[in-house]
Structures are given as structure tokens and as C-alpha cells.
């Protein structure tokens, strides 16, 4: 089974609809991110959270939120899609020490019309 | 500001051609170096990170190399099957978080 697992793997939904997509580990991490990806713009980061309790906002929090409801889940909400949230977004989780290397998830590809 | 620069933007070869992928930083303190294979649709997978200057890594036909301001990827006898983004990111001593390149988008001809 994959270490890092996003659902849904693929949604498509209209303007204004609230949207969760939905991040579970089993790495035993305390460290967990979401980035969205946009052709030619790479990897941002909209929110991270080193543990439970904390939260912290990315480069690109606007229009998003988070839930960090135990150490395994991790869940990003579009409150109310617009059409540029149109992305791949993707989860990930690192250990944080001695190293962040992050793993990533298989990804979500939301389609907002 | 942290910044991380990835060339080619891409990059096409023939089978068997062998050739490196550029990451150039400026970081202040440098505590990781990364590099990721991202194949379409899919999420990025971790191939190597580095320390310290004159650190090398390995893996299969890829061998990852760091200096003070620059790491490079090289591909030895590139196959088809190693088509795929290559990403790279850093992260400083004083940050928590990543930042990656735009990478570099690597097409294998048969």
C-alpha cells in the first residue's frame, strides 16, 4: 500500500461549490504539506503543519484552508472553488529531522468550471 | 531570498546520450539539497539529497553532485524509461520549509 494516499484522485466541480481533498499517511510523520502545481509555475505551497496543534500558512493561502485532524490526516477545503484554483495538488509528509525530504502523494487533479 | 534555478528548462536526448541537469542556488546556510523524478500525473518521487560540498550520490544510471552554489544530475546512457521532470529544491539552515525549482522536463528518444 502507498505511504502517502490523496482522495480524490480526480474531481471536477463548478464556482462557488466547497471542495475537500483529503490526505492520509502512514509514514509515522509529524510534518505535512499541500502544493498545488500549475504548468510552468512548479510546486507552491499553500499550508504545512509540523504537528497536530500546528498550522501555517504557505505562499499561496488565499481561497484555501486546512485541518490537521491527527497526525495522519491532513485535509485541504476550497471554500468556494473558482475557476484558477484549476491545478494538480499534491500532499506530502517529511520527518523533519535530520532531513525534510518530503513524500509526496499520487496527487488530486480538481477541475473547478 | 531563497532562490533555486533549474537548467535546461528542457532537454531532449537519444538513447545512450549522456548529458547533465543543472540546479543552481543562493541560500543562506545550506541544510539539504534534493532532487525528485516527477513522471506526468504523478507526484514527485525522491531520488537523492546532499549535504556538503563534494558530496556525490548514485542511483542506477543517475549520479547527483553538489558544489557551493550548484548541484548537477548526470545521466549516464539515458534510456527511455528515464523520461520524467527532475526536481530540485533546497532548504536553508534557518527555514522549515523547502523551495523547489521549476525543473527540468527530460524526454528520452528510443
Known amino acids: 500500500d502507498a505511504d502517502v494516499t490523496q482522495t480524490p484522485r480526480n474531481r471536477i466541480t463548478k464556482t462557488g461549490k466547497r471542495i475537500m481533498l483529503e490526505c492520509s499517511q502512514t509514514?509515522?510523520?509529524?510534518?505535512m504539506y499541500w502544493y498545488r502545481q500549475d504548468p510552468g509555475l512548479g510546486l507552491r505551497l499553500i499550508y504545512y503543519?509540523?504537528?497536530?496543534?500546528?498550522?501555517n500558512k504557505g505562499e499561496i493561502s488565499d481561497g484555501y484552508s486546512v485541518s490537521r485532524q491527527a497526525q495522519a490526516k491532513f485535509s485541504l477545503s476550497l471554500e468556494s472553488a473558482i475557476p484558477n484554483q484549476t491545478a494538480l495538488y499534491f500532499c506530502?509528509?517529511?520527518?523533519?529531522?535530520?532531513?525534510?525530504?518530503?513524500?509526496f502523494g499520487p496527487g488530486t487533479r480538481l477541475t473547478v468550471l | 531570498e531563497d532562490q533555486v534555478t533549474q537548467s535546461p528548462e528542457a532537454l531532449r536526448l537519444q538513447e545512450g546520450e549522456s548529458s547533465s541537469l543543472n540546479c543552481s542556488y543562493t541560500?543562506?546556510?545550506?541544510?539539504?539539497l534534493f532532487w525528485y523524478r516527477q513522471d506526468p500525473g504523478k507526484g514527485p518521487e525522491f531520488l537523492f539529497t546532499?549535504?556538503?560540498a563534494g558530496e556525490e550520490k548514485e542511483k542506477e544510471r543517475l549520479k547527483a553532485t553538489l558544489t557551493k552554489k550548484e548541484s548537477f544530475l548526470h545521466i549516464t546512457a539515458p534510456k527511455p524509461e528515464d523520461s520524467a521532470t527532475y526536481l530540485c529544491?533546497?532548504?536553508?539552515?534557518?527555514?522549515?520549509?523547502?523551495?523547489f525549482g521549476r525543473g527540468t522536463s527530460l524526454i528520452v528518444h528510443p
Open positions: 546532499l549535504y556538503s
Open positions: 541560500v543562506s546556510g545550506l541544510r539539504g
Open positions: 506530502a509528509t517529511s520527518e523533519g529531522t535530520p532531513t525534510d525530504t518530503q513524500y
Open positions: 509514514k509515522g510523520h509529524d510534518r
Open positions: 529544491a533546497v532548504q536553508a539552515g534557518g527555514s522549515y520549509i523547502p523551495t
Open positions: 503543519s509540523f504537528d497536530v496543534k500546528d498550522i
